[in-house]
């Protein structure tokens, strides 16, 4: 094949061009301001803000005046978290989270903590999944938040979010959701969440767009806005509307809706073939296999390599030694630690998401040139020990 075959969906997206057309006349044309209320720029702007609100909306069964647009999935978890530490902190300050977590969650939970907040981060089993009667028994009378993403960003382990929110319910705190890799991917329904937040970059929308869903409902959610300024967002988050990129992020929502159920099917299929193949290779392990996983993610240890060995030994293939936020630093990955495997184990893994625009010949070529990289790796290896 021709060129880099790109498998991190995880990590990014490209831009659907069904979104780049709906995108563009808010860039060129119809560049008012939506705050501008009073001549026909401004009009246009706020009417396509709105639309995208609705879109945004109907892909997660919320409705539109329960979304708040952001800059993405960081600004939309730090703004939930701290948000609601702040507006309910005469109730309790204890937060519930879970060890393998997305660093926006926990690093704003560790935030929280030199503030004074006290916070428990729940272990996982081998398979990335949460003890519900650990979490039941975690929650006590002054807890005021549990944060547990929808699906896991490495590994792919989707949580089990309609008995954990009947849990957190029963015991009056808040559960708020990162959904970041499963908006767009699986069927999400905030019947089952407090809070979530979502990044456009993440299905085929532009990345500096997300947005955060706080239900307005029994219960009606508070939290105390990160941001000062104008008021934008009914108070939930000043500054003025990106709305290109709001635009995009509703497009992308619309389209993702219509095709969920299809690429759903089409994705699985491409991921389980590609770990049966590879798995027939010796020392080749899926991490999280016997859990609910995203369709599309696939976290596959090759014994005996190292993830950067592999990606210098296939460098027309573009992926992951873990996640997109991590790679690079050179240590093991927190979720694969916490899933207890070894440092070695941890540094031999990569994460291969495919994606809309992943046909079954690209998966195959990746098949084959990670066969071959698997092989001459253990190879230069064994003759490194001899």
Not at 153 to 182: C, K
Request: proline content about 3%; hydrophobic content about 40%; aromatic content about 6%.
């Amino acid at each position: 094949m021709e060129g880099v075959v790109y498998l991190d969906y995880n990590a990014s997206t490209p831009v659907d061009q069904r979104v780049v057309d709906e995108m563009l006349p808010y860039l060129t044309e119809q560049f008012g301001n939506p705050s501008s209320k009073g001549h026909p720029f401004g009009w246009a702007a706020d009417e396509a803000c709105e639309k995208a609100r609705e879109r945004i909306a109907a892909l997660i069964g919320a409705t539109s005046n329960e979304i708040t647009f952001t800059s993405g999935a960081t600004e939309a978890v730090n703004t939930a978290i701290k948000g609601v530490a702040r507006a309910y902190s005469s109730k309790g300050k204890h937060i519930v989270t879970v060890e393998t977590e997305h660093r926006a969650v926990l690093h704003s939970c560790r935030a929280l903590e030199r503030d004074g907040y006290e916070v428990t981060y729940l272990p996982i089993d081998s398979q990335g999944r949460i003890d519900l009667d650990e979490l039941a028994d975690t929650i006590r009378d002054d807890t005021i938040l549990v944060a547990v993403m929808w699906a896991n960003n490495e590994v792919g382990t989707i949580h089990p979010m309609a008995e954990i929110a009947s849990i957190v319910r029963e015991r009056g705190a808040l559960l708020m959701s990162d959904a970041t890799q499963a908006v767009g991917k699986v069927s999400v329904d905030v019947a089952h969440v407090d809070l979530l937040a979502c990044s456009g970059h993440k299905f085929y929308a532009p990345k500096g767009v997300g947005a955060l869903y706080m239900r307005r409902r029994n219960p009606r959610v508070r939290i105390i806005p990160l941001l000062d300024g104008g008021g934008h967002e009914d108070g939930r988050r000043s500054g003025t509307l990106n709305v290109p990129g709001i635009v995009a992020l509703g497009a992308a929502a619309a389209v993702a809706g219509e095709q969920l159920d299809d690429e759903y099917a089409r994705l699985s299929d491409l991921r389980d073939h590609f770990e049966c193949e590879m798995t027939k290779l010796e020392g080749v392990f899926v991490n999280g296999v016997a859990a609910e996983r995203l369709p599309q993610t696939s976290s596959i240890r090759f014994d005996q390599t190292r993830g950067d060995g592999l990606m210098m030994e296939a460098r027309d293939l573009a992926f992951s030694a873990g996640s997109a936020c991590s790679s690079g630093s050179g240590n093991p990955s927190h979720v694969l630690t916490a899933m207890g495997l070894t440092p070695d184990q941890s540094l031999a893994t990569l994460r291969i998401s495919l994606g809309r625009f992943t046909t079954a010949e690209m998966v195959g070529y990746a098949i084959d040139r990670l066969r071959g990289a698997v092989t001459r790796i253990r190879s230069k290896t064994a003759m490194a020990a001899s």
